[in-house]
């Protein structure tokens, strides 16, 4: 059916929810909508759905470092020293994705700070290198929650009912272990940032240097 006028011209029309038209030729295609009556995100604890038109159904995974430095300024034995990083993370038709750390523990001269493998709290005095995903208030206040907004699904570690959930999710209580998951999402995902907060403790001996520390994000989309 064609509806027309002397100056458009409508091929195939149709009235009502879901209508859909596609047009081809060798080189190109073009598809549109008209009329949905639901339209939108819809989601339960493993699955959601995203209504409309048309849906791009190619995944996507999208990663930004929004704060790239954490400068822990002059170290020293009776004062804990702190910093934050950032990063943001979009996931779109996959099943989710983990981020993983690695790197080192701050380095000078061939000496690193000591990891902090076990998760506890800061020991002024004492070598101590460790890091955790939320708000703290002590040794002092820094550090935030992960920030969902409106869509996003992210989580600590694997979730709730993972050990490195509660290793990184503690306020207060840090921990290090190159390669550990820090961060992910169960399914498709709006963005989520994330807030890195590093603490160092540094004791009487360390050797005075600039010390460096380098970390690398790991993200991977779950399919």
Do not use: C, W
């Not at 002092?140 to 509660?166: E, H, K, M, T, W």
Request: charged residues 5%.
């Amino acid at each position: 059916m064609t509806l027309q006028s002397p100056n458009y011209r409508f091929s195939e029309p149709s009235v009502g929810a879901g209508s859909l038209n596609q047009s081809s030729s060798a080189s190109y295609i073009g598809q549109s909508g008209l009329g949905d009556l639901g339209v939108g995100n819809a989601a339960s604890s493993n699955f959601q759905i995203n209504a409309g038109s048309k849906t791009n159904p190619d995944p996507t995974l999208s990663v930004a470092i929004t704060s790239t430095l954490a400068d822990f300024g002059n170290f020293s034995a009776s004062t804990p020293s702190t910093a934050t990083a950032s990063f943001t993370v979009i996931n779109y038709s996959s099943y989710g994705y983990a981020v993983q750390l690695t790197g080192s523990t701050p380095t000078y001269n061939g000496h690193s700070i000591s990891p902090m493998a076990t998760t506890a709290a800061s020991q002024p005095g004492t070598e101590q290198f460790g890091i955790n995903m939320v708000a703290n208030t002590s040794p002092i206040s820094f550090g935030a929650n992960p920030n969902n907004g409106d869509f996003g699904f992210g989580v600590i570690g694997n979730g709730p009912a993972s050990l490195d959930y509660a290793h990184y999710s503690t306020p207060n209580q840090f921990r290090y272990v190159s390669g550990e998951t820090i961060a992910s999402a169960p399914k498709s995902s709006g963005a989520t940032q994330y807030t890195i907060s590093f603490l160092t403790n540094v004791a009487g001996v360390t050797p005075g240097g600039t010390y460096v520390s380098n970390q690398l994000l790991i993200v991977t989309g779950t399919y």
